[in-house]
């Protein structure tokens, strides 16, 4: 086995095995305390699986860069040629409108290009291997993002690929919005120091990201989920691992109006996620009680914000004068997804 496949192989096990990182020890009254304090380390080649995979100045090293791509872009400056030449292959098996435009407008304003590529168009849909696909297009793109039911599927593209692959969204992570909303609540609270946020609904791929997330940056994250629907245990066991070094506190609850008293953010997600759909009847009788309306955010601190990765579902997961009065940023929140592609592209491609 070639070196550069074999190491490849090495993180494939790391990741399957959500082993994390060592970390040192917290460092508080600064954003992320429990990151290192040295520089974040050059990220170019890398894969974004999860956020697992990065310490916390990576993360806020993204940040920093979605912050000034961001500003420019507000100023009229004229968009970096960064990533001319070069071109970005988006395998998406599942539909997508934030995901999809903003990775294509990402790469349009660094100078590259983006191919949309249906996973039912590819020799995928007729049997090929994932592994072939991806030693494959390794021969033509710069760097893929896969959009996948499952996220194995995107570990072994990875892992095979002599290109960065990226997590466009999975059964288990969806990092890239995590990102997005983590800029987003810097963008309205400042920082992220001493702030609470909560998560009220679903223990999905949002829900595992942000526990990932909330770890890593030593936030206070309080999960409100229904028993039949928690996190997956082996996130919360990554996340408590994590937790342990950089001092972050998390609290998995049963209880939305527990959950929610003095936060300042508040999250949710729709129910039923993406071929979910046949749960639907038993899914919202299971979540009715976790719904985000206005009797459940008197609990949270007057000035909390609520974000919501959208699609949103008004009079299922959150009714409409939350998601459309004066403490949703949910527009801000899809805007960055936009810079976030962007800030990650110009990383690591």
């Not at 349009?108 to 590529?117: C, E, F, I, S």
């Not at 590819?122 to 991806?134: K, P, S, V």
């Not at 229904?226 to 408590?240: C, G, M, S």
Request: aromatic share 6%; net charge neutral; hydrophobic share 40%.
């Amino acid at each position: 086995m070639p070196a550069r496949q074999a190491g490849r192989q090495d993180r494939s096990i790391m990741v399957n095995n959500l082993t994390p990182p060592p970390f040192p020890p917290p460092s508080r009254g600064r954003e992320g305390g429990g990151g290192p304090p040295w520089p974040a380390k050059n990220l170019k080649g890398r894969d974004l699986l999860s956020l697992a995979e990065f310490t916390p100045a990576e993360i806020k090293y993204i940040l920093d860069l979605t912050a000034e791509l961001k500003q420019r872009q507000k100023k009229g400056e004229p968009q970096t040629s960064t990533l001319t030449g070069k071109t970005l292959g988006m395998i998406f098996q599942k539909a997508s409108t934030r995901t999809r435009v903003s990775f294509e407008v990402a790469m349009y304003h660094l100078g590259g290009r983006a191919l949309y590529l249906n996973a039912n168009d590819l020799q995928l849909g007729r049997g090929e291997t994932i592994a072939d696909t991806a030693r494959v297009l390794s021969r033509y793109l710069d760097g893929l993002v896969g959009r996948t039911y499952a996220q194995e599927d995107l570990e072994e593209l990875a892992l095979y690929a002599d290109i960065p692959v990226i997590n466009g969204l999975s059964d288990l992570y969806h990092p890239c919005q995590v990102l997005a909303d983590l800029q987003t609540i810097r963008d309205y609270k400042g920082n992220l120091v001493d702030l609470k946020l909560t998560y009220v609904g679903d223990g999905n791929n949002v829900c595992h990201s942000l526990l990932i997330a909330a770890a890593k940056l030593s936030l206070s994250f309080f999960i409100a989920t229904p028993e039949e629907y928690p996190p997956a245990e082996k996130v919360i066991a990554l996340a408590r691992h994590i937790a342990r070094q950089t001092g972050s506190h998390i609290e998995i609850l049963n209880s939305p109006a527990k959950a929610v008293v003095n936060a300042d953010v508040i999250i949710t997600d729709v129910w039923a996620s993406m071929g979910q759909e046949a749960e639907q009847k038993q899914r919202r009788k299971a979540f009715t009680p976790y719904q985000v309306n206005a009797e459940l955010v008197k609990h949270a601190k007057p000035d909390f914000i609520f974000l919501h990765c959208l699609p949103a579902h008004r009079g299922e997961e959150v009714t409409a004068d939350i998601i459309d009065g004066p403490h949703a940023v949910v527009w801000d929140e899809a805007e960055n997804r936009l810079h976030v592609q962007k800030a990650i592209l110009s990383l690591i491609l």
